[in-house]
């Protein structure tokens, strides 16, 4: 199989960052931040595992599993990542270079961002 994502065709945003996540199990728990400006691509590349997405009004909850499909966060989207298969192998494509004064980790400061 060849998967291929193009910048300004399935990836709507330059990427200036790529990393993944792996090793997680069933009990650990990733994200619980909003970001102020960055959007991300989520591509689980092996395994699974469910990625819940707020605005602050409505809940999602999707399960990554498919290395051909990506998952579009956009910014000022809460995200939390959990219920990793023990194989679950992460792919992360950020528009951004990494920022602390990007995120907003407290859920009650992002709920008041949204007003």
Sequence with gaps: ???VAEYQKEIPFEVKRVYYIYGADGETSRG?????NLRQIYIAIHGSMKVKLTD?????????SNPA????IGHNIWREIYDFSPDAVLL??????????DYIRDYDGFLKSQK
């Design 1 to 3: 199989m060849l998967v």
């Design 69 to 72: 499909e990506g998952l579009y």
């Design 32 to 36: 619980f931040h909003s970001h102020r």
């Design 56 to 64: 602050g009004v409505e809940t999602e909850t999707v399960t990554l």
């Design 92 to 101: 992360v494509l950020a528009s951004e270079l990494y920022d602390e004064n």
